[in-house]
T-cell receptor, first 114, second 117 residues
Framework: DAKTTQPTSMDCAEGRAANLPCNHS???????VYWYRQIHSQGPQYIIH???NNETNEMASLIITEDRKSSTLILPHATLRDTAVYYC???????????????FGKGTKLSVKP | GAVVSQHPSWVICKSGTSVKIECRSL??????MFWYRQFPKQSLMLMAT?????????EQGVEKDKFLINHASLTLSTLTVTSAHPEDSSFYIC?????????????FGDGTRLSIL
């Protein structure tokens, strides 16, 4: 699976949009981009994923560049509860059995401040 | 949405004790479950992949005789830390993926914090 690069940390003011970038310049055509977050002392929480098109759900929006070499996770109105480590992961879809596990990097520590 | 339940949430036990952690997919069937370990201020590290009805696949450096994994049904996988020692103290997290749905996300349990005295 392709490797991702994320900033180590970011700050965001409460109520503002949080834009978290991710670089995945070696992504393959069959690899999806997944975003998870981990709030302190909890298991990772799924946020969103996409292949080529931009995606939106009740939690966030995912913007993927046309060349798919990078993406941005957008939390439209950040709250204090969004403070967490955010992980951007790419994973192939053509897996089966024991393949297709998620490989976690160091992620971005997002701090939402009042 | 898909829910993964992990039990217990935390456990404290004496050195030499064996500890069993359960991971259940509550509203979906999971052919494959994954076990991760996370040390303080570090990211999640995959320990093993658990496949229903077959032997688990362990990552390099993970002792299969120490971390016993059983995946007896499509909704339950267990991790047993045998003869646990203080260095095994960590945050253990399981995840599960729905059967036959290739691009669906993995869902994670809330983790088990294991402290060995």
């Amino acid at each position: 699976d392709a490797k991702t690069t994320q900033p180590t940390s970011m700050d965001c003011a409460e109520g503002r949009a949080a834009n978290l970038p991710c670089n995945h310049s070696t992504i393959s055509g069959n690899e999806y981009v997944y975003w998870y977050r981990q709030i302190h002392s909890q298991g990772p929480q799924y946020i969103i994923h996409g292949l080529k098109n931009n995606e939106t759900n009740e939690m966030a929006s995912l913007i993927i560049t046309e060349d798919r070499k990078s993406s941005t996770l957008i939390l439209p109105h950040a709250t204090l509860r969004d403070t967490a480590v955010y992980y951007c992961i790419v994973r192939a879809t053509n897996y089966g059995g024991s393949q297709g596990n998620l490989i976690f990097g160091k992620g971005t520590k997002l701090s939402v401040k009042p | 949405g898909a829910v993964v339940s992990q039990h217990p949430s935390w456990v404290i036990c004496k050195s030499g004790t064996s500890v069993k952690i359960e991971c259940r997919s509550l509203d979906f069937q999971a052919t494959t479950m994954f076990w991760y370990r996370q040390f303080p201020k570090q990211s999640l590290m995959l320990m093993a992949t658990s496949n229903e009805g077959s032997k688990a696949t362990y990552e390099q450096g993970v002792e299969k005789d120490k971390f016993l994994i059983n995946h007896a049904s499509l909704t339950l996988s267990t991790l047993t830390v045998t003869s646990a020692h203080p260095e095994d103290s960590s945050f253990y997290i399981c995840s599960a993926r729905e059967v036959l749905v290739s691009n669906q996300p993995q869902h994670f349990g809330d983790g088990t914090r294991l402290s060995i005295l």
